[in-house]
């Protein structure tokens, strides 16, 4: 059988012309257009385009906070004179750093986070408006005026809720892999682009949680937040609103241990 | 064979023996650069572009039925956060941090996974049963580490869902 199977073969080769290389051809240019289609048919979904390279943390400290403090003018109308806000809604920016307030700017500018408000506000900015906003609003103490009489959105945090919110605050959930809070937005430890919660409103926090959870809100880079409020209860997400919508934020949280 | 035959060979034997030696201690073998293709990866632009962006993460099954899995670890949460692989089938994982150390150790098993920051880290797994794991991390990572865990679901072939291109399992798939 072998030796039959060589002799045609090579009568082949010598008959006609050999159109082995087309089938070759056929089958690369195949393969070729199947992988370009299966690359083309996953588009990427970019969260920010904001990365804390060397570059981008240099630019976003670059702000004057003088002139930061005259644009901030613009704000005060919403954010409230000194970053404290009177609107529930509407978060305070009063002492929160340099890098938060940037890339929240930056996404509004870029379409990645959507308001109605903030988009067209960030992106009649500059980049050096938004740099010297940034060092402005970083500047400012994180607890209004003692003789600031202006009526702030205080949440009383139910007594029931307050035990579960600073046992997440200061041990998160081991048994389904909620870190602490207080590890990434202060007082224990801080990372760049985390809002620090030591004073913010209550509202907004319930609300932006919210947004993570069902994903209307979707630019955090490498998703921390959306997977963590998804698994929060609704519960919990009120009772972490109410912690630091009260401003119990800057202590580190103390476990009532009541659960 | 005389004596000094014998010393170049036992040398040879050690020099090769350390190749298999550097998947456990991380070390950086130019050889193996050449030989396995670069795994450095920038740990600040992984949502940016490449294989870590978020609609990439998770379970990609290829057209021969093998299976791999995507994941990011970062201080602190496995991304995504509950991973679905189908039971007795070789699993091939990459891994990579976009922070500090972390370790990714599947409770119940022997796999510990070491993930650094800028590196690529790879491993194959295989669950032969199937059941819930839980996933957690074994290097102290920051004030978070001891929350840092999340769940691998091993379900049978046949429940394992079908995807289709560019789609990635998990749990919430099932």
Redesign the interface.
């Known amino acids: 059988m072998r030796v039959k199977g060589e002799t045609v073969r090579r009568n082949k080769r010598q008959g006609g012309y050999d159109w082995s290389f087309l089938w070759l051809a056929v089958a690369v240019v195949a393969t070729g257009s199947m992988m370009l289609v299966a690359s083309d048919s996953v588009p990427e979904r970019i969260p920010s385009y904001v990365s804390w390279t060397p570059e981008t943390i240099a630019a976003a400290y670059s702000g004057d906070d003088f002139r930061g403090m005259l644009l901030a003018k613009r704000c005060e109308h919403c954010h409230g004179a000194e970053g404290f806000s009177d609107r529930g809604s509407t978060p305070n920016l009063a002492g929160i750093d340099r890098l938060t307030i940037w890339k929240e700017l930056e996404d509004f500018r870029s379409r990645k986070r959507t308001s109605r408000v903030m988009e067209p506000i960030a992106e009649s900015l500059s980049s050096r408006d938004v740099a010297d906003l940034v060092a402005y609003y970083a500047r400012l103490p994180v607890f209004a005026d003692l003789q600031d009489n202006r009526n702030f959105p205080q949440a009383r945090p139910d007594p029931s809720h307050a035990g579960m919110a600073s046992h997440l605050v200061s041990f998160g959930d081991g048994g389904r892999g909620i870190p602490p809070c207080q590890s990434c937005h202060g007082p224990v430890a801080y990372r760049p682009g985390v809002p620090s919660l030591a004073n913010q409103n209550g509202e907004y926090v319930l609300s932006q949680l919210e947004a993570f959870a069902g994903g209307t809100r979707a630019n955090d880079i490498n998703m921390p937040m959306r997977t963590i409020s998804s698994l929060l209860t609704e519960d919990e997400r009120q009772a972490l609103a109410e912690y630091y919508g009260a401003g119990l934020g800057l202590q580190p949280g103390s476990s009532s241990g009541a659960r | 064979m005389n004596w000094r035959k014998l010393r170049i060979f036992i040398l040879t034997v050690l020099a090769l023996a350390l190749i298999p030696a550097t998947r456990y201690y991380q070390i950086d073998v130019p050889l193996l650069h050449f030989l396995k293709g670069s795994r450095a990866i920038d740990p600040?632009?992984?949502?940016?572009?490449g294989e870590f962006?978020?609609?990439?993460l998770g379970t990609e099954q290829g057209a021969d039925g093998s299976v791999t899995v995507r994941m990011?670890a970062?201080?602190?949460?496995?991304?995504?956060?509950c991973i679905l692989v189908p039971a007795g089938v070789p699993v091939h994982l990459r891994i990579t941090s976009?922070?500090a150390v972390h370790s990714l150790a599947f409770n119940g098993t022997d796999y510990n996974v070491k993930v650094l920051p800028g590196t690529i880290s790879e491993a194959q797994l295989r669950f032969s049963n199937p059941g819930d794991f839980k996933t957690v991390c074994r290097e102290f990572c920051?004030?978070?580490h001891?929350?840092?865990?999340?769940?691998l679901k091993v379900v049978p072939r046949e429940q394992f869902p079908v995807l289709r291109?560019?789609e990635r399992g998990n749990c919430a798939a099932q």
């Open positions: 600040l632009t992984l949502h940016l572009a962006v978020e609609n990439n990011i970062q201080q602190y949460l496995f991304v995504p956060h976009a922070d920051g004030a978070g001891y929350a840092m865990r999340s769940e291109a560019g």
